[in-house]
């Protein structure tokens, strides 16, 4: 079974992770209380205000729609948190549980390199640029190890440009993904961000098994 699984179409087929509503809230619970997190979800006024002091130090011009379409780590002080657009698990929020967990992986990574030099990210767009280039290139990983294929090429830079960065910036990071997918696709997870969520995944799901492949 476990050769079977490093087979892509064979993992695409009958091994693809396909979280519902509940385990994708599940694994944000987990994530925020190991590692002392707090999440902050669209509709929360404080922490909204927050979010927003942060976006305007980062250059976002247009910070109602990032509210509504971006994720964000928060570090202030001792206060350690992600801010997302949606309440984990909730079925009307728009964003799908995959999409879920893919944030968290993202947001995971982000936090990891954020115990130094806090301000940089939010300060220097050349810091959150090649951040964030760390943080999808976790994304990535997650996506060939459970769903056997990558995101599509080319959305990253536009995405960069809502967080702030200069087009330059943007297209490097892009350009940095699309020289990664090679290494990536060899299946090994090579960030611990990848490794701290696929640890979580394992245990919850028993993807060599029989009864649980296809899960839905």
Known sequence: MKLLYRVPLV??????????????AELWDFIAS?????????????????VRDLLSTMGVISPTSFLHHHVLPIVRGQFRGVYLPYQPGDPQSGFSPWEQVVDCVHLLALLAQMREGVS????????RGYQEWLAFRSDHEVWWRYQGRLPPAGRTAGRLLEYGCDLTEAELVEDRLE?????????????PAARAVAAWVDEKYDLYGEERHGHG
């Open 34 to 50: 190991r590692n002392g997190y707090t999440v902050v979800s669209l509709g929360n006024p404080k922490g909204e205000a927050v």
């Open 11 to 24: 993992r695409r087929l009958f091994y693809s992770l396909h979280p519902t509503q509940a385990e994708a």
């Open 120 to 127: 940089r990210y939010y300060l220097d767009p050349v810091t």
């Open 179 to 191: 020289d990664a997918r090679s290494v990536i696709r060899q299946g090994e997870l090579g960030t």
